[in-house]
Nanobody, 123 residues
Framework: VQLQASGGGLVQPGGSLRLSCAASKRIPRFNSMNWYRQAPGNQRELVATITSTGSTNYVDSVKGRFTISLDNAKNTMYLQMNSLKPEDTAVYYC??????????????????WGQGTQVTVSS
């Protein structure tokens, strides 16, 4: 499975962006799907998570502003980002903790990453 992130860009403070992460094929089973971000000089940070049961979790700094969601019909994950702040500036990466059956019928885990998409919040 390959993940393709898109939707980044330049936006003014207070603006909105929606990031998309499209999977190359249907993911029949997964533990979680995630958005990370990495600002220059900083470590990669987990921003938002959605589990297979639909539970979501966010880093404190984005709670109430960002929303993670899935469209299973489109094999796509989204991150709606509202009320953006300059400190949200970073490269955003999508990630999936996928489960798949191998030829022997055993479940295996695969961690997949998309390429980053740059988000810049600046006036």
């Amino acid at each position: 499975v390959q993940l393709q992130a898109s939707g980044g860009g330049l936006v003014q403070p207070g603006g909105s962006l929606r990031l998309s992460c499209a999977a190359s094929k249907r993911i029949p089973r997964f533990n979680s799907m995630n958005w990370y971000r990495q600002a220059p000089g900083n470590q990669r940070e987990l921003v938002a998570t959605i589990t297979s049961t639909g539970s979501t979790n966010y880093v404190d700094s984005v709670k109430g502003r960002f929303t993670i969601s899935l469209d299973n019909a489109k094999n796509t994950m989204y991150l709606q980002m509202n009320s953006l702040k300059p400190e949200d500036t970073a490269v955003y990466y999508c990630n999936a903790d996928i489960l798949y059956l191998d030829d022997s019928g055993a479940w295996n885990a695969l961690n997949a990453w998309g390429q980053g998409t740059q988000v810049t919040v600046s006036s």
